[in-house]
């Protein structure tokens, strides 16, 4: 059998490395969308309750155990990690699952410098006052539809669509760039 | 020009699209009269003044939203989700 070979979204793009940020791609292994149908939300969050995840409120996230959440939009959450396959397929009668492990390019955005090269292409208040850790928003990156999200004090993650990995690893280095160049 | 995204907060009106007046809610029934359907396809007021609207939020949480505008002053009157209206 072909011995097949798993390419990164950004592949050879990343890093980026400049004074005062880094952009590294993120794998966030499986990517699993869920949509509850129509009055199916507490069903659905009950299940999730079993995996110790919350049913994120819009522009959150939550950890639970090895598995996180993401809010992704209206009535859409992602579950990052391997949910266990029970409770997948319980799922499966209460919402819309996608298998989106392939679907998005991730990048991590961190250093001193993260919040200033962020808010040149997002136009959102990203000081960790308004949007603290954990915090979510879908959101242009520039013009590119993205989900971006705080995971720590120094740092971002970056979500776009795969097909946008190359023009967003642009977009950010040169923003990025330009920020160092300012000192 | 701002909208609230009930579930995003106030954005810029570039992340929304347009999707014209809020008719296209009311939808007749598969077997109205041909004038219903012609009412709802192309008969639209031109209103100076408070219209309302159907926008969706595309580069954001993917609401469709119902928007009061007025087209003389240009102020955003009211953003609802249509999900909310209709629970």
Same mark, same amino acid.
């Given at each position: 059998m072909a011995s097949l070979i798993e390419t990164p979204p950004c592949g050879d793009l990343l890093p980026v490395i400049v004074t005062g940020a880094q952009l590294v791609e993120l794998r966030p292994g499986p990517v699993l969308s869920i949509a509850p149908f129509h009055g199916q939300a507490a069903a659905v969050a009950a299940i999730l309750a079993e995996a110790g995840l919350d049913w994120p409120a819009p522009g959150t996230s939550g950890v639970g155990g090895s598995l996180a959440c993401l809010w992704a939009g209206r009535g859409t959450a992602f579950v990052l990690g391997p949910l266990p396959e029970p409770l997948a397929a319980r799922l499966a009668g209460h919402a819309a699952l996608t &298998?989106? %492990? &392939?679907?998005w390019a991730a990048m991590q955005l961190r250093g001193p410098a993260a919040e200033a090269v962020l808010a040149r292409l997002v %136009?959102? &208040?990203?000081?960790i006052a308004a949007f603290p850790e954990g915090a979510v928003a879908r959101a242009p990156l520039n013009h590119m539809a993205a989900l971006v999200r705080r995971s720590g004090a120094d740092r971002f993650d970056l979500w776009v669509f795969r097909s946008m990995a190359q023009t967003a690893v642009h977009e950010l280095k040169a923003a990025m760039t330009s920020v160092a160049a300012r000192g | 020009m701002r909208l609230t995204c009930p579930l995003c907060g106030p954005r810029d009106r570039r992340e929304f699209y347009y999707y014209g007046a809020? +008719?296209? =809610? +009311?939808r007749p029934a598969a077997d109205a009269a041909p004038e219903a359907w012609d009412a709802y396809l192309h008969l639209r007021d031109n209103i100076a003044g408070p219209v309302r609207d159907l926008w969706y939020h595309d580069q954001g949480c993917g609401s469709w939203l119902v928007v009061d505008r007025d087209t003389?002053?240009?102020?955003? =009157?009211s953003v609802r989700a249509v999900a909310e209206d209709r629970a």
């Open positions: &298998d989106q %492990s &392939d679907a %136009s959102l &208040d990203l000081r | 809020a +008719d296209y =809610l +009311d003389v002053s240009h102020e955003m =009157l």
